[in-house]
């Protein structure tokens, strides 16, 4: 049959070119692949890994899978507490109220001086009726408590407060001046002041009895180390010649000063029985010399006392109740001056400059 011959022609004529044909491209197929392969053989010894790990996968037993997925990471290491500070949170503390040049304020409290009504309302009360912006000073302002009852009085008026937690002394009554538990008070005072220039910080302290009518930084020199009240000043602000008084003192932090109150603590043991403003009277001269220490006296003209009270309202910055025994009578003539105060500020900038206020005179200490 001429049309099965034709088909059984057809076949046998080309039966040959099919498989030479698979078996060229099957070449060119693994000539390629070894090319590739070849200008990348980290690709292939990863390629090769990977499978390997797929097929020993799939080759798992269900046992060894169950196992495997019982396996946890091992647990991080636990990281150790931070070490309590021997400070407590007083870094923390004045960190928060710190200027920008690491200055503070600050002052120091007991129970006795936060009731209603005392100390601790009055200063207070100085700030926010004060001139030129010296209530924004109260953000820079630490209050030191002495005790739980002072602590709690302070949290309940003022956002930067510590307790300074000490031992020995019940500091929450008042302490008469120059009695024991009183001496304890100053030089533990002075000891808290070295601690926080050994952290770093400046401060001006500020006793609570001091009133606070305009910024006194103006009146702190740039060059001083120490900037100290006087109960008496002689004229010359450089002079050792004149008469501290500690209850409002500037120091800047630095190895010198830290090393004063080194000396200046153990002078409390040379001059047994003295308190520190008497002790830092008694080594000035030595140490202004051995430490080269600028010491100003400020003038009491800006930064006044009952001791020698400025009576020029239009300079006055601070009015301390030095010179006064007594919480009682503190208490009356500091408010006395807080209502002159007043008073003052309301008047019209004419009667202001015309001299009409003065502070009531006599007081139980002011004179």
Known sequence: MKNG????????GSSISPLVSFLLGAAMAIVCILFVVSASPGRR????????NATATAEDTPQEVAAASNITAAPSPVQAPAPVSAYGDLEEVLRRAAMKDRTVIMTQINAAWTKPGSLLDLFLESF???EGGVARLLDHLVIVSMDPAAYEGCQAVHRHCY????TGVDYRSEKMFMSKDYL???WGRNKFQQTVLQLG?????????????RDPFRHISMGADMAISTDVFMGDPYSLGNFPNG?????????????????????RWRFFGKHEQDVFN???????ARLQLTIQFLDTTYISGFCQLSKDLDKICTLHANCCVGLAAKLHDLRSVLDVWTNYTAAPPEDRRAGKFQWNLPGICIH
């Open 5 to 12: 011959e034709a088909v059984g022609g057809g076949g046998g």
């Open 184 to 186: 304890e008070m100053m």
């Open 163 to 166: 307790f300074l937690r000490t």
């Open 201 to 213: 910080y400046n401060f001006l302290f500020t006793d609570v009895d001091v009133m606070w009518f």
């Open 247 to 267: 209850g409002f003192l500037f120091v800047r932090s630095s190895n010198k000063t830290v090393e004063l109150y080194r000396s200046w603590q153990q002078g």
């Open 282 to 288: 008694l080594i000035k001269h030595e140490q202004a």
């Open 128 to 130: 926010r009726t004060g």
């Open 45 to 52: 010894l990863a390629d090769i890994s990977a499978w390997s």
